[in-house]
């Protein structure tokens, strides 16, 4: 299996880079498909890359480090489809309960001896931690583990990638994941010190570069080259997408843009209400690049909707700043559409992430409609609670389609003096 080293940054500026050494299309992904438990199904081969899943819970908070979750059991079960979706066989799973995370390392030095042991028995590929680990955290516990450890933001990133289909989408993930590995290039540990001119080498210190040393600094310059060519690619996509926004705008077209968390079943929900074919997939980012389909409101009158990328719990702020363009599609929208999976134990606290991310994009003063989506595959007791906490909001099946009446009305009624 090919392998890409995402910390010594051998491939860093290759388009599409895979974060967790995975390589598509030659590898593990060309095999038969299977369930895979929560739904959906995804190509297995029985080589796919063992993965030990680490969560890290901060007593501070009452949640895991950088997910602010409880024990951690929900966002770590989301980890965990995150490294399915990603092509990644989980073989073991960590948890640690401390005050704060170990500045060096994470853990604690006695979990990261287990963890070192786990790796052995487990025979693991590599470590995911759910939470974004700093670099010396990262290249520290490859040290003291043996393995390559990635992190939830990396894991997250590689799907964006595999799924990326427009040429702005690929850009744009590409820019995120330049961003994410700028910061994390090193010489490959000691070997760098060995071969540069570092006091640690016994080398001339400071003001000496070794030849390591000048190999990352190229690397360094070649990724800021890629990354401004990148960004300037983005902008010139970004004012063709604000003149087509413009253009709906002075034909006086109102707009309403789909969001909400990764799988709550936007793009079904999209299909039903426009007669669209947009791809529907039990899957975490199924969709990236955003789709806008014209549809018409019960008295007739014409009005856009556009399906965008699904947020999640810590969505990378790489990919926030990379997607910015994208993202204005619900900034700019006469009408957000927030479409929650009613069928998920944990819909409220996504009800919040998503409502977080729209803050950090500037999207809060847009009016918003709650749709509890899935309602027909929900537990009686969930959508009442669900209904209890959100009394305006409406309730759907895009599957079935009960309710998607009521839900043309109310945003009929939501649209009324934006035309």
């Not at 990352?216 to 063709?240: D, F, G, N, V, W």
């Not at 009005?303 to 699904?310: K, L, Q």
Request: proline share 4%; aromatic share 2%.
């Amino acid at each position: 299996m090919a392998r890409r080293d995402a910390t010594c940054g051998e491939e860093a500026v290759v388009p599409g880079t895979w974060l967790l050494g995975q390589q598509r299309g030659t590898g593990p992904a060309a095999g038969a498909a299977v369930d895979r438990g929560g739904g959906g199904t995804r190509a297995r081969s029985g080589d796919e890359p063992r993965a030990i899943l680490l969560s890290l819970r901060t007593d501070g908070t009452g949640g895991a480090a950088g997910t602010g979750n409880g024990d951690g059991s929900s966002s770590l079960e989301e980890l965990a489809r995150l490294a399915d979706t990603d092509g990644l066989a989980v073989v073991g799973e960590l948890r640690q309960a401390r005050d704060r995370p170990d500045p060096a390392t994470y853990l604690g030095s006695g979990k990261v001896e287990e963890l070192a042991r786990l790796a052995e028995q487990t025979d693991a590929d590599l470590v995911v931690a759910d939470g974004e680990l700093s670099p010396a955290q990262l290249r520290n516990l490859e040290d003291r583990t043996g393995v390559r450890v990635a992190d939830r933001t990396a894991s997250i990133l590689d799907i964006f990638a595999e799924h990326a289909r427009s040429h702005e989408g690929k850009a744009q993930v590409e820019l995120a994941q330049l961003a994410y590995q700028l910061p994390r290039l090193h010489g490959g540990g000691q070997a760098l010190s060995r071969i540069g001119g570092g006091r640690t080498a016994g080398g001339a210190g400071t003001g000496v570069r070794g030849p390591g040393e000048q190999r990352l600094e190229t690397q360094r310059r070649r990724l800021r080259k890629r990354m401004t060519t990148l960004r300037r690619q983005i902008a010139q996509l970004a004012r063709r997408r604000e003149t087509t926004r413009g253009r709906r705008a002075h034909n006086r077209v109102p707009s309403v843009a789909i969001t909400g968390y990764t799988n709550a079943g936007k793009s079904a929900l999209l299909n039903r209400l426009t007669g669209a074919d947009a791809l529907v997939e039990d899957a975490l980012f199924a969709t990236l690049d955003p789709l806008v389909r014209r549809a018409q409101l019960p008295d007739g009158s014409p009005h856009t909707f556009a399906d965008t990328v699904g947020f999640v719990r810590h969505l990378p702020h790489q990919l926030v700043d990379a997607f910015r363009s994208t993202l204005d599609e619900v900034a700019t929208a006469d009408l957000v559409l927030h479409v929650v999976d009613a069928s998920a134990p944990d819909a409220m606290e996504q009800i919040t992430t998503v409502r977080g991310v729209l803050s950090e994009i500037g999207a809060t003063d847009r009016p918003e409609l709650l749709v509890l989506n899935k309602i027909d595959a929900a537990p009686t007791e969930w959508v009442k609670a669900l209904h209890h906490a959100y009394p305006d909001a409406v309730q759907v099946s895009a599957r079935t389609g009960e309710g998607l009446d009521q839900l043309r009305q109310e945003i009929s009624q939501n649209l009324d003096g934006t035309r």
